[in-house]
């Protein structure tokens, strides 16, 4: 049985900056459960290489593709069915968020964030959990539910007026 500690993670890295790749090259260069496998800049390399390389986590820039990035994501999981995308972003925008997740990926996680707690998202959602930021939790309760087919909460006036079963 092989022991945790010699299996590595493998992570390709789609990101529009090349000073973002720089750094994330090096904190993986010497990690010893991570593995970069492939970098890119461009949407239209990032199919290929996953195909090529098989990764067990795609970090994706959100902003790669001009900010369209989230419809790309499909796409991606196709090709690559047992990948798992960690979107990264530079920004809070609750809709991108939402459809970031509604297309598939199982993490978002945000640039101002430490390197510390970027590999704790990518050990995380490697273990099969969802990551994101505590900040979207509300966004993300409220969009399982359709305003239109949650119950209406009845105040203590409303229920005064209503029919009681019995008078005890």
């Known amino acids: 049985m092989t022991e945790q500690s010699h ?15 720089m750094g994330l090259r090096v904190l993986f ?6 593995r970069l496998v492939a970098e890119t800049n461009c949407i ?13 986590v795609v970090l ?15 796409k991606l999981l196709n090709v690559c069915p047992k990948s798992k995308v960690l979107a990264f972003s530079h920004h809070n925008s ?3 968020y939402l459809q970031t997740f509604r297309s598939g990926a199982v993490g978002i996680i945000s640039k101002h964030h430490s390197s510390e707690l970027l590999l704790k ?3 995380a959602i490697h273990a099969g959990q969802v990551w994101f930021d505590r900040s979207i939790t509300k966004l993300l ?8 087919v949650v119950p209406e909460i ?3 006036t409303q229920a005064s007026y209503q029919s009681k079963l019995s008078d005890g």
């Open 7 to 21: 299996i590595k993670i493998r992570v390709l890295v789609a990101e529009s900056f090349e000073l973002v790749r």
């Open 29 to 34: 260069e010497n990690h010893p459960t991570i």
């Open 44 to 56: 239209e390399d990032l199919f290929g290489l996953a195909v090529q390389h098989k990764p067990d």
């Open 60 to 74: 994706v820039d959100l902003q790669l593709n001009n900010g369209n990035c989230a419809e790309y994501i499909p």
């Open 94 to 96: 609750e809709h991108t």
């Open 121 to 123: 998202a990518i050990y």
């Open 141 to 148: 309760w409220q969009a399982q539910f359709d305003a239109a």
């Open 154 to 156: 009845q105040t203590d």
